[in-house]
């Protein structure tokens, strides 16, 4: 199994920046698919952005396209996630997750195709 922690969440004033951070530990993997995912209160769990270990390939969903910024460290099994231009609509539980089952290029953005999830780490933009 996979244990996913994540951190670097915060309050900001919008149009700033945060930068989230994802480590995981236990069994590795030689190729695996990592996603940031967000959720408020009474919405279904949104994909973010994702990333392919073996190429790197990116996928975003629209709304944060050129905002949000997903990377990883090659040494371990992690993702990180630079979000600029922050706005009020941003604000969510953000949740790192990875997928060793459905792997693709670019990685998918839908919830149900990751196996582990971390936590996750609340984001808060005010006006």
């Known amino acids: 199994t996979v244990q996913l922690v994540e951190s670097g969440g915060g309050s900001v004033q919008a149009g700033g920046s945060l930068r989230l951070s994802c480590v995981a530990s236990g069994q590795s993997y030689s190729n695996y698919c990592m996603g940031w995912f967000r959720q408020v209160p009474g919405k279904q769990r949104e994909g973010v952005a994702s990333?392919?270990?073996?190429?790197?390939?990116?996928d975003y969903t629209d709304s944060v396209k050129g905002r949000f910024t997903i990377s990883q460290d090659n040494a371990k099994m992690s993702a990180y996630l630079q979000m600029n231009s922050l706005s009020p609509e941003d604000t969510a539980m953000y949740y790192c997750a990875a997928s060793v089952t459905y792997l693709g290029n670019p990685c998918s953005l839908l919830p149900w195709r990751y196996d582990y999830w971390g936590q996750g780490t609340q984001v808060t933009v005010s006006s």
């Open positions: 990333i392919y270990y073996g190429t790197g390939s990116t």
